[in-house]
């Protein structure tokens, strides 16, 4: 176990106290979810529910250059 030390503003230990006698376990949960959450900030994680639900379309637009020129705008200049 790894022992990191910070300082809190005044009262926040009688805050915590106030929501778990044992500051060290939910100090060590709410970090711990902190982590878990900052890991899945992909857009890929963020749009995974999305990812495959459009029927008869390209299966990579990237990769289809006919089927993208349609949507190019085309350069007045």
Do not use: H
Not at 10 to 39: C, D, F, Y
Request: hydrophobic content about 35%; aromatic content about 6%.
């Amino acid at each position: 176990m790894e022992t990191i030390v910070f300082k809190a503003p005044n009262g926040t230990r009688s805050r915590l106290r106030s929501i778990s006698p044992n500051i060290s376990a939910l100090l060590r949960q709410s970090v711990e979810e902190l982590i878990q959450r900052k890991g899945a900030n992909s857009a890929l994680d963020k749009a995974s529910d999305l990812c495959g639900i459009f029927k008869g379309a390209p299966r990579d637009l990237a990769t289809s250059k006919d089927y993208l020129k349609q949507y190019a705008k085309k350069n007045p200049y």
